[in-house]
């Protein structure tokens, strides 16, 4: 069983930073893309960040938070961070981590987290 665990949701006035942290433990053979999507109040589920590798060239964004916030990971601790720069009352949302994963019986599979909330406001 594999399980994603996020932290460092809060509450930041415009302008501010924050950084997200969401790992991922249980039976993993390997990780084949890790991202964080976001929901804002009646909105759909999108895509704010994705990356395949520990490589930063292989990190895709969101038009609409390029140049303020950046997705990293760390292969050997099987985690994903979102820093989050010049943070605007708009980025408020819900947070979920996203992981490909390949479980140790070869399985690939598509895991989420619960989420980790992201105010912006003053």
């Known amino acids: 069983q594999v399980q994603l665990v996020e932290s460092g949701g809060g509450l930041v006035q415009p302008g501010g930073s924050l950084r997200l942290t969401c790992a991922a433990s249980?039976?993993?053979?390997?990780?084949?893309?890790m991202g964080w999507y976001r929901q804002a109040p009646g909105r759909e589920r999108e895509l704010v960040a994705i990356?395949?590798?520990?490589?930063?060239?292989?990190?895709n964004y969101a038009n609409s938070v390029k140049g303020r916030f950046t997705i990293s990971r760390s292969g050997a601790e099987n985690t994903v961070y979102l820093q989050m720069n010049s943070l605007k009352p708009e980025d408020t949302a819900v947070y979920y981590c996203?992981?490909?994963?390949?479980?140790?019986?070869?399985?690939?599979?598509?895991?989420w987290g619960l989420g980790t909330l992201v105010t912006v406001s003053s």
């Open positions: 249980g039976s993993i053979f390997s990780i084949d893309a």
């Open positions: 990356t395949t590798s520990t490589s930063s060239s292989s990190a």
């Open positions: 996203n992981a490909v994963i390949t479980t140790a019986a070869h399985y690939s599979m598509n895991y």
